[in-house]
């Protein structure tokens, strides 16, 4: 007998956008630090934070999606992710529910190379879609677009 194994992404909210991670990804999820501001920040980055000892560089998706700042609340929340090698944090307006699509697509042409740069496939779960972040290439065009 084989088993199916589907894949798990979380689910996490940019205003009113949703939007899914691979779990591969993700170490853990954590309430919003204080973070430090380093001088000469790059514009994504809104600095690090110390966690159990460790020095996290933090990103903001907001900012990485050109979309507008707004303040953080209480539901904020920090996604620290292994990439290449290296522990990041990204920051997200919430964080909804962890879940197992009923199907995943691939982006279509007409979303263009620009608009399909970070979107890796478009998921659905009970009727409604969802797009799949791509964060392997989120982070990799970050570090393209600063040097």
Do not use: W
Request: overall charge negative; hydrophobic content about 40%.
């Amino acid at each position: 007998m084989t088993t199916t194994v589907t894949p798990l992404y979380v689910e996490g909210q940019i205003g009113e956008e949703h939007y899914a991670f691979s779990i591969a990804y993700i170490q853990e999820i954590i309430k919003m630090h204080d973070i430090t501001v380093l001088p000469g920040n790059k514009k994504n980055l809104r600095g690090v934070i110390n966690l159990r000892g460790i020095i996290i560089p933090i990103y903001c998706l907001r900012a990485m999606l050109q979309m507008k700042p707004v303040m953080d609340t209480k539901h904020t929340r920090i996604m620290i992710v292994h990439v290449a090698g290296k522990t990041l944090g990204l920051v997200v307006d919430c964080v909804s529910r962890v879940i197992g699509f009923t199907e995943v697509k691939p982006v279509s042409e007409e979303f263009g190379k620009q608009g399909s740069i970070y979107l890796q496939a478009i998921g659905e779960f009970e009727g409604s879609y969802v797009g799949i972040l791509d964060i392997g290439e989120l982070f990799l065009q970050e570090v393209r677009g600063n040097e």
